[in-house]
Nanobody, 124 residues
Framework: VQLQAFGGGLVQAGGSLRLSCAAS????????MGWFRQAPGKEREFVAA????????VYADSVKGRFTISRDNSKNTVYLQMNSLKPEDTAVYYC??????????????????WGQGTQVTVSS
């Protein structure tokens, strides 16, 4: 599985961004997907995950109500819509594939393929 994330950038606090992650190499609709992020000097943390069908999602408490994860299996793409962005959302965002799972899972070790990351910077 190859993953390519894009859509990051610089945005003011309160603004919005949509990240995309394109997958290839294996039937996309057969596995769950997740988004993680890593801020400077901090460990990578879970953001959101979605089941193979898109029918089930899980969010970190810090983004619940502001971020929405979705997927389009016809386009082999998972999205992360980020609204009401805060400076503390600044990080490199990574998409990841959990090819052994179909339900959304928040633990990093469950994911076996990772994209290259896309930088999101939120200015105050």
């Amino acid at each position: 599985v190859q993953l390519q994330a894009f859509g990051g950038g610089l945005v003011q606090a309160g603004g919005s961004l949509r990240l995309s992650c394109a997958a290839s190499g294996r039937t996309f609709s057969s596995y769950a997907m997740g988004w993680f992020r890593q801020a400077p000097g901090k460990e990578r943390e879970f953001v959101a995950a979605i089941s193979w069908s898109g029918g089930s999602t899980v969010y970190a408490d810090s983004v619940k109500g502001r971020f929405t994860i979705s997927r389009d299996n016809s386009k082999n793409t998972v999205y992360l819509q980020m609204n009401s962005l805060k400076p503390e959302d600044t990080a490199v965002y990574y998409c990841a594939a959990d090819t052994y799972g179909v339900a959304p899972r928040p633990m990093e070790f469950e994911y076996d393929y990772w994209g290259q990351g896309t930088q999101v910077t939120v200015s105050s």
